[in-house]
């Protein structure tokens, strides 16, 4: 089977990987419909994710059909599956209190393990997600990185009214602002990027305003999904007094006035990923509404062979999701 290979970073190739056989009894073999390039998937493509292990298979957001099971897993052939790539013992203290999202001995594919970024991918059961076959492969694949935001909006309340700000207008900035719209929420996108705005804009019919244009404006919750200093500096300065700030940017450090937080009482919160299955079955009932629309966020789907295309496209970071069609052959 053909799949993407990161020797060390920067040096990606496609390559013909072994298929791995045969499966232990509580294995799931899939053939890939779809995958996703995420942020991290740059950052370990660039080198600047300290805990990535090389060389690695890259890739960790995916739809795809079950091939093959073990003969222990309750699974059929055919059906149409997405997987957590971030393991969870079930055991360590962190499991044990209800957060598997960040288990003391978590890997995660792509990163500190192969990835999926293959025509196939063997992975255990416990990891894998049935979902119905009535939902688009094309919404589907956005199930991983969507449940990042359905598990952060659970630690504030939004509803029908709320002032929310989004700053960062990627992939996951872009879908906290389909959620919280459709929530009801009085949305503002903040961006560095005019064009990205445009397309936000377009999409969701939202307010819009550049980072550095901000004057007033204040929110009952704000959302830092960029994953720079300034960023997260800008988050608390533009929530209201009493409100709350979610971070699920992954910036290294921030200066923070700290008097100022519990003077105002604004509460901060670190969000990391999701719950697996909770958080992903929430994002199956979202996506099945017609109402919720997360088609603008892909920006392109490119076939596999044209991997160096799609990752110039991704660290553009200038696009919305880009997709790799594993449907077709790798040529």
Not at 28 to 35: A, E, P, T
Not at 51 to 58: F, W
Not at 309 to 325: N, T
Request: hydrophobic share 40%; glycine share 10%.
């Amino acid at each position: 089977m053909w799949g993407l290979h990161l020797k060390n970073p920067g040096e990606l190739e496609l390559k013909q990987f072994p298929v791995e056989s045969p499966l232990k009894e509580n294995e799931v073999r899939i053939k890939l419909i779809y995958g996703g390039i995420c942020g991290s998937d740059i950052g370990v493509y660039k080198g600047k994710i300290g805990h990535a292990k090389y060389p690695v298979r890259p890739g960790h957001e995916l739809v795809g059909r079950v091939i093959e099971v073990g003969e222990k897993v309750d699974l059929k052939t055919g059906t149409k599956v997405v997987v957590t790539p971030n393991t969870f013992c079930g055991e360590c203290e962190n499991c044990q209190r209800g957060y598997r999202n960040i288990c003391s001995f978590k890997e995660s594919l792509g990163v500190n393990v192969d990835g999926i970024f293959s025509e196939e991918i063997t992975i255990l059961s416990k990891y894998v997600l049935p979902i119905p076959e009535e939902l688009q492969d094309e919404k589907a694949v956005l199930i991983e990185p969507f449940a990042v935001i359905t598990h952060a909006f659970e630690k504030a309340f939004i509803t029908k009214g709320t002032t929310v700000g989004v700053i960062g207008c990627g992939t996951e900035g872009m879908l906290s602002i389909a959620l919280a719209n459709f929530l009801g929420a009085k949305v503002t996108a903040i961006d560095i990027y005019q064009s990205k705005l445009e397309k936000v804009k377009a999409a969701f019919g939202v307010h819009t305003v550049l980072a550095h244009e901000v004057k007033d404006e204040k929110f009952d919750v704000v959302i830092e999904a960029a994953g720079v200093k300034q960023a997260v500096e800008q988050a608390v300065r533009v929530v209201k007094q009493g409100g709350s700030v979610i971070l699920i940017g992954l910036t290294p450090e921030a200066t923070l006035p700290i008097v100022q937080i519990v003077r105002n009482e604004i509460t901060i919160h670190g969000s990391i990923i999701y719950n697996f299955p909770e958080d992903f079955s929430k994002c199956v009932d979202y996506l099945l509404n017609d109402d919720f629309d997360v088609k603008p966020i892909i920006s392109n789907i490119f076939p596999l062979k044209e991997f160096k295309k799609a990752y110039i496209y991704a660290i553009s970071g200038q696009c919305g999701k880009i997709l790799l069609d594993f449907k077709g052959g790798h040529i």
